[in-house]
């Protein structure tokens, strides 16, 4: 693995996965400074989630490093940016700076599920328990066009914007191979698509 060092923007709920891309609004004046510093160097920013509250929060260990492909600067110092994925990483330590926002001290993942494939049975798995789970939520969902993913960008794209929790989403990053990553999938949305929107929120924590 590879050491490097990453600024960071900590936000809950939001993951990205190498090659997926994330869009984003930025209006925070640290997270301006971010971007702004970014656009300067390398063009990259490393998401990942804060596990706990308050303005320092500590950091869940594994996130994921995104270039910035696209950006529309606003008059104001607002940035819309879409993010894509490039690789994951784990955090070795937070780093003392100056800067408004944080940074860390990582190692980078070698990102090799690319070429990774489901088996029959695990892709219609998927395909299956993605339509229960999107008719239990009551979303429409272009099904001719998800039967023509591949697997590696039908896995990703739903462990990426599967409206389950911050724990969830976390796990889903962390788990290595597409095969752990999808058998996750199929155990969240049949856990979390049997509570409606009446119920009260359900967690995995």
């Known amino acids: 693995m ?67 492909q696209d950006v529309e600067a606003m008059d104001d110092g607002r940035y819309n940016i879409i993010l894509e994925g490039v690789q994951r990483f784990s955090v070795i330590k937070e780093l003392d700076v100056t800067t408004s926002f944080r940074q860390v001290e990582a190692e980078l993942w070698d990102e090799d599920e690319i070429g990774e494939t489901l088996s029959l049975g695990e892709r219609a798995s998927m395909e299956i328990e993605s339509r ?7 979303y429409s969902v272009d099904w001719a066009a998800v039967s023509q993913l591949d697997d590696y960008s039908l896995v990703n794209a739903i462990a990426q914007i599967a409206p389950f929790d911050f724990a969830a989403k976390q796990a889903l990053l962390e788990a290595r191979g597409l095969s752990d990553r999808a058998d996750t999938i199929v155990q969240l ?4 698509g049997r509570h409606n929107s009446s119920d009260d929120r359900v967690t995995l924590q």
Request: proline share 9%; hydrophobic share 40%.
């Open 132 to 138: 229960r789970f999107a008719e239990s939520q009551g």
């Open 189 to 192: 949305m049949q856990f979390f």
């Open 2 to 68: 590879t050491t490097q060092r990453i600024s960071i923007f900590p936000l809950t709920g939001a993951i990205i996965f190498p090659s997926m891309q994330l869009p984003l609004h930025i209006f925070e004046p640290r997270y301006r400074d971010l971007v702004s510093d970014s656009l300067a160097r390398d063009r990259k920013i490393g998401m990942i989630q804060p596990n706990g509250q308050g303005n320092q929060p500590p950091l869940f260990r594994v996130g994921c490093l995104a270039r910035i």
